[in-house]
Every structure is written in C-alpha cells, then in structure tokens.
C-alpha cells in the first residue's frame, strides 16, 4: 500500500518502471518469437529456449574478451547460434518432428541440460557481465534513468519483430516455412522440402535467441543456470499471444515485461517472478473458459 | 596484491640450519639418556571437498589446514602435559556431498581413532557432520560453518572460529551509527533498505541487519528478498531512489553484488552509503572499475588487519608465507582454516592432556590471539571475539575502514552523489 501511494505521490516513477518494463520485455519477446515460430511450424515447444539466450551472451563474452566491440556480439551471436541451430536439427531435432510432444519435451529439455552442464565445465558458475559501451540517459533531473542498450535491445526486437513478418510473407523460404505450418503433407506434396524448412525455423529460433543472450549480456548479467526463466516467460508470452501473431507476441512480451515490473515495485523484488506464474495460471484458467464457451456455442 | 613484500631468506638455507640444529638437540637428548619428550603424534581428522562443487574453497580449507599444521610442526610441536607431540591430519574427500561427509566423519572415528576433528567446507557439510562428532562426544573446530543454524541446536563439541552469517554486515550498521552526524542525523532517525536474496545463509545475515538496525533505532523502509533467479534489480533501486534511505544493504553472493554495483551505477542511485557481501567473489574493482568506488564490503579477514601471533607473525606474515607455499594470495577460507588449527594447538596445551574431554573444556575456554582474529567461543561455540571486517572500495582497491579499531583509513561516508563524482 504504501510503495503504491509512492507512486501516486510521484508519478515520475511511473515512468522509469513503465521504461524499464518495456525494454526487458522486448528481449522476452525476442526469445518468444523464436519459441512460437518453432511451436507453430513444427509442433515443438523448446525448452532449451533459455539456453540459446544464455549461449548467445557467452559467445558476445568471448568475443569482448577477445577484443572486439561489444555491439558486434548482437550480430555473431545470432550467427553462432543459427549454425548452432542447424547443427542441432540435424543432430537431434529432425528425429522427433512428427512426434509426440511429450518426446519433444524431452529431448529439448535433455539438450538444455547438457548446454548448462556444458558451459559451467568451460566457464564455470560465475556471473559474467559485458560493458556495453554505451552510455545512460538522463530524463526528468536524473530521477529516470534509460540505459541505451536496453533502448537498442527494444528496438532491434521490434526491427528483428518487423524483417522476420517481411520474411515470412514475401521471401520464397518464408513462404515455404508457412505453407509447412500450416500443413506439413500438402507442403510436402507440392514440393516443397520440409525438412530444410524445418532446420532453418529451428536456426532462426536459435539466432533470436542468441541475439537477445548478446543484449542481456550487455544489460544485466548471465552465468550458465540463468535459462529457465527466459523459457518459462517465452511460454507465458506465446501462450497469451498465440502461434500465428508476431505482432501480438511483441505486445504481450512488452505487456509482461511492465507487469513485472509493477509487481515487483508494489509486493516486493520476491514476488517479482511469482507473478509471471499466477499470471500464467490466470491466462490458461481464463482461455479454458472462453473455449469452452465457444464448444458450446458450437453445439 | 602483495607484490612489494621483501624476500625473508632463503627458506632451503632456514631449513638446512633448523635440522642441523634439530640433529644437535637429539644428539644432546640421547647422550643425556634422559628421554623425557616421548614420541607422540595427534591425529586431527577431516572430511574436506577435494572434488564436487566446494572443491575450489575445499582445496583453500586443506591448504589452510596443512600450513597451520607444518608451521607448529616446525616450531616444536605441541607440549601436552610432559610429552611434545606431532601434529598430523587425515584427510578424505567428502565429493561436497552431506550423507558422503557424515559417513566419513563416522569412518574417521570409528575405524581409524580419530580423537579430535577439523571442520569441512561449507555450513551444509558441517551441519551434516556436527551431529556425528556430538554422538562420539569428538571436539571438532571448524572453520568454513558460518550458518546461524549450526549454533542454536545445543551442539557442545562444536567450534567455529569464524564469524557466523548473521554478524555479515551488522559492523556496516554500526558505521552507520557511527558516522550519522556526518549525514547530519541521529542514529534512530536513519532509515535502512534491504535487497538480501531468499536463501537460509542471506536471510540469516538479513536478521543480523534486522536486530543491529533496532538496536540503534532505524526504520527499515525497503525489505526486498531477491529472487535466486533474478539479475535484475531495477525495481528495487527504483525505491531506493523514491524513498531515499541513507544506507542500501545488499546481499546476494557474487550475482547480487555484480548486480548491485553495475545497476546502482546505471541508475545513478545516490544513497550515503552502501554495503554488501561477496565483493571479493564478484571481482567488481576489476569487473566495474570506477562503478564499485565507495562500496562497502563485508569480509572475514584482509591481510592488511593488524591481528598477530607467536606461530604466524602478523596477518600480513601469513599471507606471503602462504602465497610462497602455494603460489596464491590466500583468501580468507585459507585463513580460517589454519586458524582452527591453531586453536587446537592452544586447547591441548591448556588441557594437558589429549582426553577427549578435557580438551573439549579447554576449547571452551578459549581466549587467544591469532593473526586472524581473537578467538573465544561462547556457549554456543560460535567466535564472539573476532568482528567482521568492512572494506570500502577507494581509488580501486579495499581499505579496511571497519571496525574503527583496525581501521586504515576514515570510510568516505556520505559518497559522494554520483553527479558530482569526476
């Protein structure tokens, strides 16, 4: 009660959580845009999201220990893990397409452990942080303040968001990947090769994913056991938003990102994460209801 | 960071005279046929984490261990009652696992005679450990338990030299107390945010905060409990800078601490002062640079304190003989450790006798002087005599500047704003 008269009394607050949310919740709708992609060509939902994230901030450590700019981290990390995602499509992923979900939940969830286990044998359990760079911003006499990578990170999700729609329509590729969604046989019977469509959705999913890692890297920090919470909000996201909208899965991770913030302002930094789930909980109670509205309207 | 100490000799020429000297003494010894110092050597066991997660601070506890052992060893020994005895260790690898430390407790008892036991690393091993030395009625001084819980469960052969979590920051609190006219306040009119992670060792040092702060009459305004998962503090430091309280404490091993410094700097959050644990681990001079100035930083011990003995010298002493044996700068797990040792030393010698309990009575009755602190148990068998130390980071490097009586230097308080810093 009181943390919210703070924010009736001054409202500038406001704007520094509303600022903030939107920023972390463009890089949740990164890494959900890659989960719905995947979920709704290839009927996976993959678990080892969180895991490119934290592969894709690794790789941006590497190359700033290496010497390089940090910023170049965004583009060779998507790079890296496209490769990354392709290798894994052929290695594993091809083998449990037409499968049962519950396989799929398996094996990916098999392949997020043994890239944590992975990386904390290379790197060990350390948190790691990269220096963007790039500087802070100063509104209203310091009282907010708006870190540039995290104004970078909303944009690029929202130009990344825009190029993959573009791609999706218009590209030969992108229109094969959504003749494949929408049914895998006719594709397939018209000529179109599946499993290279497949493999590239797996790859692009990957690269999302790597990019955002690069971002959180530069903005908050990573260590190899940071993965599930950026797959849990990608499945919260894509579950609110749906498979077929990209539009709607940015919103929604914009939307969850500013929840977040504001739960964790108002009940306490403790709660911040508890919220996601309620949340979660509160959107599959509240679709159950309306469809099966819907079933009996059907009726 | 000990680079510019001087060399002390060569130490193959030391050894060389000291057993020239010893072949003297025992030829002297045997003329005189009178062979009053009998041969004895005690036996101190251990379960240490060579391998699994804690192998890292395992290997830190050992290497503490066995230079305590070997510096006594060199200066004669331990004289119980007539005799001058040896020490030795025995050691198993308890792969940092509880049930595995508590079977080879019960192993190094049982079987191998193990009269007196040295602690394992970590309070979960050591909780896990406790209950068997208890059963055996075997005095075990540890060195790497710090949990509040290890101390309220009536154990009577347990002692631990260093000080336990909740004492973590407590000395931050008194700072406070100590400098509020410098914010212009009394003490009971300061106020206090918390942002301490949600896991039993924090919150334990968050209780510790809790009761220092109502001692001296401060409000808490802000009582975050961090989520294990979170990386993010902004919603916190967001209150931080609405509520403005005058000290910020932190907690949350190396993740907090890398955290804290980095997001408080971004959000240019002015508080007159901040603390927190995990500086060390979290390397945030070298990650932050100028980011962690003014930082405050709880710590157990620093080579820079002015604490000394008879067996290591100063604390200083201890850390290039231990960086010249092992060829690293000793953390303070190291320093600890070697201090149990030398807590045992002084327990046998005022018992007289190596009785079980008879030296159990003595280590009750501990009051000593080490170079990493005062040692005196209190009933619990916790350390009451040595405080926590607080380190400030200036012009990037950890000066002591709590608790005032070993300070370096006047801790920079209020911090400067950060609009006025450069």
Redesign the interface.
């Known amino acids: 009660m009181q943390n919210l008269q703070l924010l009736l009394q001054a409202p500038v607050f406001n704007v520094q959580l509303l600022l903030d949310g939107m920023f972390i919740g463009a890089i949740f709708a990164l890494a959900a845009i890659g989960m719905a992609l995947v979920w709704g060509v290839m009927n996976i939902i993959n678990v080892a999201q969180g895991e490119f994230v934290m592969l894709g901030g690794f790789v941006t450590l590497m190359l700033v220990e290496a010497g390089f700019h940090p910023l170049l981290g965004i583009p060779a990390a998507a790079v890296v893990l496209f490769v990354l995602g392709w290798a894994l499509y052929r290695a594993v992923i091809w083998r449990i397409v037409d499968g049962d979900m519950f396989i799929s939940l398996l094996a990916t969830f098999g392949i997020s452990i043994m890239m944590q286990q992975l990386m904390n044998e290379i790197f060990g359990a350390d948190v790691r942080t990269v220096e963007s760079g790039l500087g802070v911003w100063f509104l209203f006499d310091g009282m907010v303040t708006v870190t540039q990578v995290k104004v970078a990170a909303f944009f690029l999700s929202i130009v990344i968001g825009l190029l993959l729609w573009l791609f999706l329509k218009n590209a030969r590729l992108g229109q094969a990947i959504r003749a494949t969604a929408q049914n895998a046989r006719a594709a397939r019977i018209l000529g179109v090769d599946t499993d290279r469509v497949y493999a590239v959705t797996y790859a692009i999913n990957a690269a999302l994913c790597g990019a955002a890692g690069a971002l959180v890297v530069m903005a908050w920090s990573i260590h190899p056991y940071m993965g599930l919470p950026y797959t849990l909000r990608s499945f919260m996201i894509v579950i609110v938003a749906g498979l077929g909208n990209l539009a709607s899965v940015i919103a929604a991770g914009l939307g969850l990102g500013m929840a977040e913030q504001y739960a964790g302002f108002l009940l306490g930094a403790e709660f911040q994460l508890a919220f996601v789930f309620l949340l979660l909980v509160a959107v599959l109670v509240g679709r159950q209801i309306t469809l099966a509205r819907k079933r009996q309207y059907l009726k | 960071m000990w680079t510019d100490y001087h060399e002390e000799g060569d130490p193959k020429m030391l050894h060389r005279r000291k057993m020239l000297l010893a072949t003297v003494a025992a030829a002297t010894l045997m003329t005189a046929g009178a062979a009053q110092a009998e041969e004895c050597t005690i036996t101190l066991g251990a379960a240490v984490s060579l391998t699994g997660?804690y192998s890292t601070n395992g290997m830190h506890t050992k290497n503490g261990y066995d230079l305590a052992v070997k510096v006594l060893n060199e200066k004669g020994g331990v004289k119980v009652g007539d005799k001058t005895c040896k020490l030795a260790v025995k050691y198993y690898d308890d792969e940092s696992t509880p049930a595995r430390g508590a079977a080879l407790a019960e192993r190094l008892i049982k079987q191998d005679g193990v009269k007196f036991m040295l602690g394992p690393y970590s309070s979960g091993l050591t909780k896990a450990i406790a209950p068997v030395t208890e059963k055996y009625k075997v005095p075990m001084v540890e060195a790497n338990g710090a949990s509040r819980s290890l101390f309220t469960k009536g154990w009577k052969y347990l002692f631990a030299v260093l000080s336990t979590s909740e004492q973590y920051l407590q000395s931050a609190i008194e700072l406070a107390a100590e400098n509020a006219d410098r914010m212009g306040k009394k003490p009971n009119e300061m106020t206090v945010a918390l942002?301490i992670e949600?896991d039993p060792f924090s919150q334990d040092i968050r209780a510790g905060v809790m009761d220092d702060a109502k001692k001296h009459g401060m409000r808490i305004v802000i009582?975050?409990?961090?989520?294990k998962?979170?990386?993010?503090?902004?919603?916190?430091l967001?209150?931080v800078?609405?509520?403005k309280p005058d000290i910020l404490v932190v907690s949350g091993h190396?993740?907090g601490a890398?955290?804290a410094v980095?997001q408080i700097a971004?959000?240019?959050v002015d508080v007159p002062m901040v603390a927190m644990t995990h500086c060390d681990s979290?390397q945030i001079i070298k990650?932050f640079g100028d980011k962690a100035e003014y930082t405050l930083c709880a710590s157990q011990w620093a080579p820079t304190l002015k604490y000394s003995d008879e067996y290591f010298g100063s604390a200083m002493d201890f850390a290039k003989l231990f960086e010249k044996t092992y060829g690293y700068a000793p953390p303070y797990q190291a320093a600890e450790s070697a201090a149990a040792v030398l807590v045992f030393k002084d327990a046998f010698e005022r018992a007289g006798s190596l009785d079980p309990q008879k030296v159990r009575d003595a280590l009750a009755a501990t009051d000593m002087m080490t170079f990493y602190g005062g040692i005196k148990f209190d009933e619990t068998g916790k350390n009451i005599a040595k405080p926590m130390v607080l380190y400030q980071v200036l012009k990037g490097k950890y000066v002591v500047v709590a608790p005032s009586k070993w300070a370096e230097a006047r801790a920079v308080i209020p911090q400067p704003k950060?609009?006025e810093r450069k």
């Open positions: 997660k942002a949600n009582d975050d409990k961090l989520p998962e979170l990386n993010d503090m902004s919603t916190t967001t209150k800078k609405a509520l190396a993740k890398a955290t980095r971004e959000m240019r979290a990650k950060w609009s």
